[in-house]
């Protein structure tokens, strides 16, 4: 059974940078493509990127500027960085597993969701 | 982006009767393949999303066949035969076709 779980702090100030870590147990990292999706308190979803191993990337416009997205296969984990934070990018973090390669984006396995408050 | 339209925004249902929820696309979610790309979330209080339909009409692992996707095009629906307590949540619907994939408002089902 396929299982992810983020990490990370649950507290950034504003203009630093969140980092989280998804660790993908039950499957391996090099095997799907990986997503980030946050959720504001109380509201609907926001698709933040993709990773494929090291080989492909891809981010949401809205967010690209300030996003990057690594593998670390040694680890069995992928990660997300978010720069220049705002009380905006307050929500809950999720890690989601795509059903299967491109075309097309399924998440059918997800963590559990990690909330990141940006706040001095 | 695709914008993606969900109607009703609340939808109390009475155990045992079937629920439908419509989802509109701003442009076609057909793909050269002949597929559509259109999946439904469930999230039930406190959880994380959890996927129901994907390409349409297909029940992901584990759902229930009370649970049926159908649509094409621009125009989606997901319908639940006999809902049941467990059903309550928000259901999204998500464009799958193109990045960056987008959500519905999402339909919050509850238990009359």
């Known amino acids: 059974q396929v299982q992810l779980q983020e990490s990370g702090p649950g507290l950034v100030k504003p203009s630093e940078t969140l980092s989280l870590t998804c660790t993908v147990s039950?499957?391996?990292?090099?095997?799907?493509?990986w997503s980030w999706i946050r959720q504001p308190p109380g509201k609907g979803l926001e698709w933040i990127g993709y990773?494929?191993?090291?080989?492909?990337?891809n981010y949401n416009p809205s967010l690209k500027r300030r996003v990057t997205m690594s593998v670390d296969t040694s680890r069995n984990q992928f990660s997300l960085n978010l720069s220049s934070v705002t009380a905006a990018d307050t929500a809950v973090y999720y890690c989601?597993?795509?059903?299967?390669?491109?075309?097309?984006?399924?998440?059918?396995?997800w963590g559990q969701g990690a909330l990141v408050t940006v706040s001095s | 982006d695709i914008v993606m339209t969900q109607s009703p925004l609340s939808l109390p249902v009475t155990p045992g009767e079937p629920a439908s929820i419509s989802c509109r696309s701003s442009q076609s979610l057909l793909y050269s393949n002949g597929y559509t790309y259109l999946d439904w979330y469930l999230q039930k209080p406190g959880h994380s999303p959890q996927l129901l339909i994907y390409l349409g009409s297909n029940r992901a692992s584990g759902v229930p066949d009370r649970f049926s996707g159908n649509g094409s095009g621009t125009y989606f629906t997901l319908k639940i035969s006999r809902v049941e307590a467990e059903d309550v949540g928000v259901y999204y619907c998500m464009q799958a076709l193109q990045t960056p994939p987008t959500f519905g408002q999402g339909t919050r089902l509850e238990i009359k």
């Open positions: 039950g499957g391996s990292v090099t095997s799907h493509y």
């Open positions: 989601a597993r795509h059903l299967r390669a491109m075309p097309g984006i399924d998440f059918d396995y």
């Open positions: 990773i494929y191993y090291s080989v492909s990337s």
